[in-house]
C-alpha cells in the first residue's frame, strides 16, 4: 500500500536551515506529482511546495526564495530544503500525493524559535 514517510524535522533558530524528507512507497513515485503541505497550530492545512514529474517546481509566495523542493525518483524520495527559516513557519509538514485517494504521510515537526 502507499506509504509517505517524513523526517528532518526539528527545533532551529531563525535564519538556520533544515531539509526535510519525505519516504514513498507502494507506487510508482517516478509518475506522480508530489506536494508538501504544512499546518501551523490552529491554523488549516496549506501547500508549501509542489513538484511535477517533469521535475517543474511551484511554491507558495510565503517561501518562494527560501524553500526548494526536489525530487530522487531513484531513491523514491521527495526533498524540502528550508533556508532563512522564520518562527512563522513553525508548523507540522506533511508530504502528499494523490492517487485512488489522497494520501498524507505522519507529518514531521519543525520549530523556529527567537
Known amino acids: 500500500q502507499v506509504q509517505l514517510v517524513e523526517s528532518g524535522g526539528g527545533l532551529v533558530q531563525p535564519g538556520e536551515s533544515l531539509r526535510l524528507s519525505c519516504a514513498a512507497s507502494?507506487?510508482?513515485?517516478?509518475?506522480?506529482?508530489m506536494k508538501w503541505y504544512r499546518q501551523a497550530p490552529g491554523k488549516e492545512r496549506e501547500l508549501v511546495a509542489a513538484?511535477?514529474?517533469?521535475?517543474?517546481?511551484n511554491y507558495a509566495d510565503s517561501v518562494k526564495g527560501r524553500f526548494t523542493i526536489s525530487r530522487d525518483n531513484e531513491k523514491n524520495m521527495a526533498y524540502l530544503q528550508m533556508n532563512s527559516l522564520k518562527p512563522e513557519d513553525t508548523a507540522v509538514y506533511y508530504c502528499?500525493?494523490?492517487?485512488?485517494?489522497?494520501?498524507w504521510g505522519q507529518g514531521t515537526q519543525v520549530t523556529v524559535f527567537s
Open positions: 502528499n500525493v494523490v492517487g485512488r485517494r489522497i494520501y
Open positions: 507502494g507506487f510508482t513515485f517516478s509518475s506522480y506529482l
Open positions: 513538484i511535477d514529474v517533469g521535475g517543474n517546481t
